[in-house]
């Protein structure tokens, strides 16, 4: 038999539903139909007493159950909403927060002009005094700007420099042009003639031989600022290097009643001879035309290198070219002559060659060459790095590049 429940009027199971329920547990979902208003969960299992069995039924309403699940989860979506809405807003605060010190770099940095990286008026960018992710990046960022800063400023000043560079050798170069103008315009009039004009012919001769020497000085020294002077190195021994510089200097030393001696062994070096020539040449060439005395050239082997000192006995250098050697058109005598491009020449054959050169007051004007007799180990400039790569110091790049 069936257990009466507000349906009792109603067939909730089929006949074959009743046969299972019989021998066993039973669940059934019938949805609402004419019989039933509403959707019905029903379980149904046998029940033995007083030797019968007793069929229960239970119904439950699927419909209220939905209505129940439909607003419990309502309530849940709003809930979650509303969490994800504060979840976002205290995101957003805190997220504001942490980058804040992002933003005001971005602030300072954007405010940065580049006369403030080039004159080193700027402040730094301002930095957590806490050392996390953003402290590190400010610190790394002024860094940066200080490097970028630094380069610019040295750009600058090498655009000065070829600047004034590029002033000086026009002058130096109009010079000899204007001489030689002024002579031909003289001859071209017929107002020279007999031995005025041979003797401007003469002055023509001369004035252009220093505008080629001139010319092929400026060429050989923008070789050497693009680092594109090229050597053809073989084995020379160093007495038979200077004794042929002396030579090729020793007819016009008689005419000024001066001598040449040269001191030296017969080591030898792997170098360009017809560099090092050229080198020794203008030494002596300077101590022509503004030493004075007699001439010496005296070279030696020293450790690794070979050392190799041009001196004449006259009035020597400058106090300020002493101060600043190898700068370009500058006065090297202490009387004011000289253009200085002849010392910058023997300073990139010798930088070249992986050595350097120093400049002295010993007597007269001293030069002193020092020269590796290995080319793959260089020498050392005076308080730099004997294992730096080959190569002049920043300072010495510096002078050369006047």
Known sequence: MVAATAYADVQLLTPEQLRDAAVGEVFVDRPGDQQLDESLRIFAMPVQARDETFIVVVTDSLDERSQTLTSTLGVEVVGLLAALIASCG????????????VEDLRRRATSISGHDLIDGDRSPLPVSPVKDEIGRLGDTLNDMLDRIGQAQAAQRDALEQQRQFLADASHQLRTPV????????????????????????????????????????????????????????????????????ADRARGRAQLQGRKITVESDETTIVADRQRLEYALGNLLD??????????????????????????DHGAGFSESYLAHPFVRFAPTSSTGRGTGLGLAIVHAITEAHGGVVSVANDVGASVTLSLPTDPAR???????????PAGASDQERQWSSH
């Open 90 to 101: 205290v995101g957003y605060w805190v997220t504001g927060l942490a980058l804040r010190p």
């Open 178 to 245: 204007a001489i030689i103008k002024a002579e031909v315009e003289l001859a071209q009039a017929g107002t020279t003639k007999g031995d005025e004009l041979q003797a401007a012919m003469t002055s023509i001769g001369e004035e252009t031989d220093r505008l080629s020497r001139l010319t092929e000085q400026l060429l050989l020294l923008a070789a050497a600022d693009e680092h594109q002077l090229s050597l053809s190195r073989e084995s020379i021994t160093l007495r038979g290097l200077l004794d042929e510089v």
């Open 286 to 311: 300077n101590a022509l035309i503004h030493g004075a005395g007699d001439m010496s050239l005296v070279g030696e082997h020293v450790g690794d290198a070979v050392t190799i000192r041009v001196r």
């Open 378 to 388: 260089p020498v050392a400039a005076p308080g730099s790095d004997p294992n730096a």
